[in-house]
């Protein structure tokens, strides 16, 4: 049986374990959420390297095949650093979220996440790199992350935080939003609302799982049964699990606290 | 010469720092924001109780006389961890809190604060304990520090905020409102414009700083020439440099990033 392993500051990157795990039903899999040392988005680089390839060795320690770094902010600032730490291959949600993005033909793109994503240029390096002709805007929103985690994806104020962050770069005629950070997608009411039916958003979780089907699709095969999930937290905190719930739909099952 | 340890989980226990420095110019300071590992107030008790006790080593270990646990949630979860490591006196922002609020004179007080301070009911016991015949209600504001980081302490996206969280209370004829969080009184302009002239916010910087003075004013006497600020972190993020200029005033001078 193949396991993957997820891992995030919080639980935003429970949104990539639900996109993924109906279309690879037969996976197991670890999700990892670093909650005694989130958010990573507001730290600086060398402590979320420090941070990831933690969570990464923890990840090998439990004998997972692929690890997916689903913390837009470690995919950013320390993918190299993990694939450097991990034995067995490392997706991150950059460069899916970007090829996403291109797919789409827009000409006019702005990416949105943390100021530790944003800080970091990881995404509008990538876009550059693979596009140079399209245009490139990107907005940080540390507003937003607080504001999923209250259950307000879809409330006149984050309609209005939105508005206040956004309104001058949708103004500029952009024609798809990549939502860096996993825990956008919970903010997608509000986002669609603001950014108007001619802007594409490009949700990092359905992209990431896209990848790791396109690249390591074999694993889907390995398996027998039904997988499991198990979710390990270095900090049991009430609001992971009721945000859990909100995003898997139903309370986590097998919940274990780990110190890394 | 005298020293003051204050630690913070980060940037908001620089009010404290700010409130507390004119009225001691001749002592030394240390502050200590443990930003590698913020926020303290999503997080469970046992968690905080561990960073509290580290942080307080820490300043014991650079010889402080004094530590004043600015974070409201370390101040509510683990004041008694932190005393019993602490061979000098400690003090606590809880309890200065509770009788300023009650020096008022209010018959119905409201405490706000992070979930993990309110969750912890330390305001509320330490209230019905001291009067019992005042009335007491708690709110939990998790949007209110990211709206202080964010600098819109004074913005109509705040008051809004502030409206959905404290409306119901306020109704109820609320007489003094505990800020029972360091970083709330960033948010005094639109907090003040919510609440009403009627109701008094007590702010704890303010009410901390009382208490120290009380209590070990003669600290005060000990130093002969003005006292310097050193503030150590634990990550060295572009965010707590700019809200500590906004705290402060100016760029904060001795800094040093510090692994607890």
Known sequence: MSTIGIFDSGVGGLTVL???RPRLPMLDFIYLGDTARLPYGSKSA???RRYAVNATRHLIDRGVQLVVVACNTASASALDE?????????VGVVEPGVESALASGARHIAVIGTEGTIGSEAYQRSLQ???PHVKVDAVACPLFVPLAEEGWGDHPITDQVAWTYLSEVLSRGVEALILGCTHYP???PSLARI???????VDSATAVTDAVIDRHGR????????GTVTIHLTDASQRFLRI?????????????????
Do not use: F, N, W
């Not at 993990?82 to 490392?90: E, I, K, L, N, Q």
């Not at 950014?195 to 958003?201: F, N, Q, S, T, Y």
């Not at 694993?219 to 039904?226: K, P, Y």
């Not at 859990?244 to 890394?260: F, N, R, S, W, Y």
């Open 46 to 48: 060398s402590t979320v």
């Open 244 to 260: 859990a719930k909100t995003i898997l739909g139903e309370p986590p099952e097998h919940l274990e606290v780990v110190d890394l």
């Open 82 to 90: 993990v694939v450097a730490a991990s034995p067995v291959p490392v």
């Open 18 to 20: 639900q996109a993924m």
């Open 129 to 131: 790199r693979r596009a």
């Open 195 to 201: 950014a108007g039916p001619g802007v594409k958003l």
């Open 219 to 226: 694993m889907a095969l390995d398996g027998s049964t039904e």
């Open 186 to 188: 919970l903010l997608k």
